[in-house]
């Protein structure tokens, strides 16, 4: 037989040194990241054969070097100790823009050199030039529709939900979700005004708002919330913290919520009783609640379901969608996420999915539990949104005893 014992110690060493190989590094990562977003679509542009005039060269290459040494300054500024809006929105912007010439340098660097070759067209030069404007056209395409999409009101996406404990009395209801907001530098006081609008036009039972309600702290973002004031709602309005609650003095954001009329459900939940049958409606903080270090902030699903019958379906609201194995194995029936904004600028989508589960929409875990991931209704940083549009979401629960509406 072989001794286990003799083999763990070399197994622990091992596992003990490869995160320590992956911490050390994720540290170079906001160092590389930023020089690679800048001199890639640089070499491509300029010089991966183009030969042009060396003005022209001059030029572009400072532009590169201003954009990679602006950015990083300027994010620092607009989003550390000082807090100044207009340098957040100038490094939110060259963030925004630099990701996206650097996806479309790569992608059409080597699909449309790789193309034109296949075909013969023109020289090295001729080839190299037309992919540079090739790349230059469809970013100032993309990134024109991508702030356009951003910025304007979501529009609503309806679906039905059956939910096999959700009682007849029930069927019908009706569950407005927004999320992730975002109200932050760019100024969107009308635009949340607007929002609340499409929002009470659907009539709802339930709205509900499943965190990172705003970047800066409650007083700096007060004009831009207080439209959440004028949501309505027949039967409640409630809402959970995010993750960017807890950059911005979490404890502010909830008293001006609790002032605006929406009642909180951290660690807490409330009942909805219509036609005889009851559906609990419970919310968690974030997960990165219990870290920010305030007193009674942490993510607990016992505390939001204590005291609540067991055989009662529930509703949960929790701001990231990785909550959700939690939420399965407590048996819920359906978890309410943001968080993930669908990936908001392609092809940024496949790094979310390294951290969530779900990127957008409705997903199934465990033996019960749905999960609905919502794109979001705002922007966060950078104010594009490309190949991922925000959204209103209007949910209608479904009892298994009803019909589905068509």
Not at 151 to 175: F, K, M, N
Not at 296 to 325: E, I, N, S, T
Request: glycine fraction near 10%; hydrophobic fraction near 45%; charged fraction near 20%.
């Amino acid at each position: 037989m072989t001794n286990t014992s003799d083999t763990r110690p070399a197994d622990d060493a091992a596992q003990a040194a490869q995160p320590s190989r992956l911490h050390r590094l994720m540290r170079y990562i906001p160092l590389v990241a930023p020089v690679l977003l800048w001199a890639v679509p640089c070499w491509v542009l300029l010089y991966s054969g183009q030969n042009w005039p060396l003005p022209v060269t001059l030029a572009g290459t400072a532009l590169f070097v201003l954009g990679l040494i602006g950015m990083p300054l300027a994010m620092m500024r607009g989003h550390g100790r000082r807090q100044q809006d207009w340098a957040a929105i100038t490094g939110d912007t060259l963030l925004g823009s630099s990701w996206v010439l650097f996806t479309w340098s790569v992608l059409l660097g080597i699909l449309v050199r790789l193309g034109l070759t296949v075909v013969g067209v023109g020289d090295g030069q001729d080839r190299a030039r037309i992919v540079t404007w090739t790349v230059l056209g469809m970013a100032v395409v993309l990134l024109a529709w991508g702030y356009i999409e951003a910025r304007r009101v979501p529009r609503v996406r309806e679906l039905d939900v059956r939910l096999p404990r959700l009682g007849a009395g029930l069927d019908g209801t009706r569950v407005a979700l927004i999320t992730d907001t975002h109200y932050g530098p760019l100024d969107r006081a009308r635009w949340s005004a607007r929002v609340c609008e499409v929002v009470n036009s659907l009539e709802a039972d339930l709205v509900c708002h499943t965190g990172d309600i705003a970047d800066g702290t409650a007083d700096r973002r007060r004009a831009q919330a207080a439209p959440l004031g004028t949501v309505q709602a027949t039967r409640a309005r409630v809402y959970v913290t995010g993750n960017h609650e807890y950059y911005s003095e979490a404890q502010g954001w909830v008293d001006l919520m609790d002032e605006l009329g929406w009642e909180p459900l951290r660690n807490r939940h409330l009942l909805l009783e219509r036609g005889g049958d009851t559906l609990v409606v419970a919310g968690v903080d974030d997960v990165t609640a219990e870290s920010s270090g305030l007193a009674g902030h942490r993510a607990h699903l016992a505390g939001a379901l204590d005291g609540a019958d067991p055989d009662l379906p529930v509703l949960l609201l929790a701001h990231q969608p990785k909550f959700v194995d939690r939420a399965a194995d407590a048996g819920i029936d359906l978890q309410l996420s943001g968080h993930t904004h669908g990936g908001q600028i392609w092809p940024f989508h496949h790094l979310v999915r390294i951290d969530q589960p779900a990127l957008a929409g409705l997903s199934h875990h465990g033996t019960r539990t749905l999960l609905y991931t919502s794109r979001g209704t705002g922007f966060w940083g950078p104010p594009f949104r490309i190949f991922a549009p925000s959204e209103i979401t209007l949910l209608v629960l479904r009892s298994p005893q009803q019909p589905t509406a068509l």
